[in-house]
């Protein structure tokens, strides 16, 4: 594979580490979600928020990253309509890895209480505590959060796809290392 259709290192390591947290955060969201108030479930919802905040920080990073560093352009063999499909879906899924930590900021905020990242710097409260608010934002991120799910199979779904199927560099040129898989 030509090495300038590969991402390079910090944007794979970037996109693997989203990777890691978002199965991480998902799940522990939705166990949480069930437990009855315990210190268990304080000490989940905390490790909730600090994952949170991490993605959200990181998707930052990559935005940043993102945007000096041009990204190696998709294989001329997918079709113009797949290219602009991949990307609204990578634009959708960069909008959801910002806006659903912020609904969950703003949720513990309306709910009163407050975001600790890592147990050592309080963030500021959002909004005033406010329970309707808080209601309606904790359907609001779980919605978005089920959406981020869709949209993540929909890209898994699409690289298996180019990779089993198409047999192009799609999956390639994401992988850590360059290796030919």
Do not use: C
């Not at 945007?67 to 609204?88: D, F, M, S, V, Y």
């Not at 634009?91 to 990242?117: D, H, N, Q, R």
Request: net charge positive; no cysteine; aromatic share 8%.
């Amino acid at each position: 594979m030509n090495p300038s259709a590969h991402y390079t290192t910090t944007a794979i390591s970037l996109h693997w580490l989203a990777a890691l947290l978002i199965i991480a955060t998902f799940p522990l969201g939705v166990y949480m979600h069930e437990l009855a108030l315990s210190p268990l479930k304080l000490q989940l919802i905390s490790y909730h928020k600090w994952l949170g905040v991490t993605i959200f920080l990181l998707t930052v990073t990559r935005l940043a990253w993102r945007a000096t560093h041009t990204p190696p352009p998709l294989p001329e063999t997918i079709p113009r309509w797949q290219q602009r499909a991949a990307h609204g879906l990578h634009l959708l899924l960069y909008v959801l890895l910002l806006v659903i930590p912020l609904t969950g900021w703003v949720m513990s905020s309306a709910k009163g209480f407050p975001v600790v990242y890592l147990g050592l710097v309080q963030l500021p409260d959002l909004v005033g505590k406010d329970k309707m608010l808080g209601e309606l934002l904790t359907t609001a991120h779980q919605m978005l959060n089920f959406g981020l799910l869709a949209l993540v199979g929909m890209h898994i779904a699409a690289a298996l796809k180019h990779h089993f199927i198409e047999h192009d560099t799609t999956l390639r040129r994401m992988l850590p290392f360059g290796k030919e898989v």
